[in-house]
């Protein structure tokens, strides 16, 4: 029998993908140098050139049979060891190889980690707007989740609502820093409260809550902000990375948890994400990206494009009177909509042929997201079409 929860998932299109279909049209319609598409979190800068180099070389000297065959389950064990060490020299981490669990991508990564520590009945706790896969992922999973709405200042953690959302159900909290809608960036600060409240809830329900730190944008930031390591400040961390942003290679699927050296019961959290990626099918990750890896650590695709898309946006939209926070890390923007329904705001800058995502989907209603890892050509051509729509709505 067809079950009816896979069905109705398969049959949801996410609005980011309607939009882009929509953009599809349209380039075919007036040509792709007239559509303005700033639907889609897909980079736009090219992986760096030791990536290809370092795969040609791999490709003509070591045997295919290796290349491509089945790697133990969570991973190769000498690139884990090249990423734990990378790891411990970067941040001061103290992973162990056997602290890491390779994955097809943040997604898996998340995905494992909510199956693992995430049971019926539980709740997670995520703060608005996040990434609507978190949903998908964590109802897989049997539990539900636990939205803390938006502080809507600087979009980092609203600490006021956290206080109401934890609970005994509380299985796990995610945080996604830099964030994709807002491009905000947590503090240190922030994270050194947030580790507080974790720990007092932990007494208090005397249980484990995991904190899971989603960070495929991690090394994209600017102007020099930091990017405090969640291990440091709070035990129960599983960190959840991919490589599809910050090497601009989301298509071959390549990313990683570390559960924290320090965890309480280490052991069994990382069979449980062992136990969860086999449930779910992983095998394993994808062997040829695996094990291009340890060629690649701490290089980072050219982010001085996404900076100077930021800075023209940004400066271009608030100059037209739009309301938006320079974000500190990612590659969104995240303005008000003028109209308190961004479904209609978005409609509304179709007629420019402008294409943003209303934020009602990261449960932020009444913003839009700009996604501006497009070509720096796409942002100047698309500014006259910015100030007409601002014009439309008298800003
Ligand atoms: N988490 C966030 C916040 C994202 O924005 C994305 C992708 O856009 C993912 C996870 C999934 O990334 P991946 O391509 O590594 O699966």
New binding site residues.
Partial sequence: MIVKKMKDLGEKRSVIREIFEYGNARRAAIGAENVFDFSL?NPSVPAPDAVNEALIKMLSEESSVALHGYTSAPGDMGVRAAIADYLNKTYGVGAKPSDLYMTA????S?SACLSAVAGEGEEVVVFAPF?P?YRVFTEQAGASLRIVPADEENFEINFDALVDALSEKTAAVII?SPN?PSGAVISEASLVRLAEMLKEAEEKYGHVIYLIA?E?YRELVYDGVPVPYATKYYDDTLVCY?F?KSLSL?GERI?YVLVSPTAKEQDAVYAAVCGAGRSLGYVCAPSLFQKLLPHCLGLTADIDTYKLNRDLLYEGLTSYGFTLKKPDGAFYLFMKSPESDAYAFCERAKKYELLLVPGDDFACPGYVRIAYCVTTEQIRRSLPAFASLAKEYGL
């Fill in positions: 979190g991508g943040a997604a898996a998340l990434f896969e996604n994709n989603d495929p991919s599809s989301p990313g």
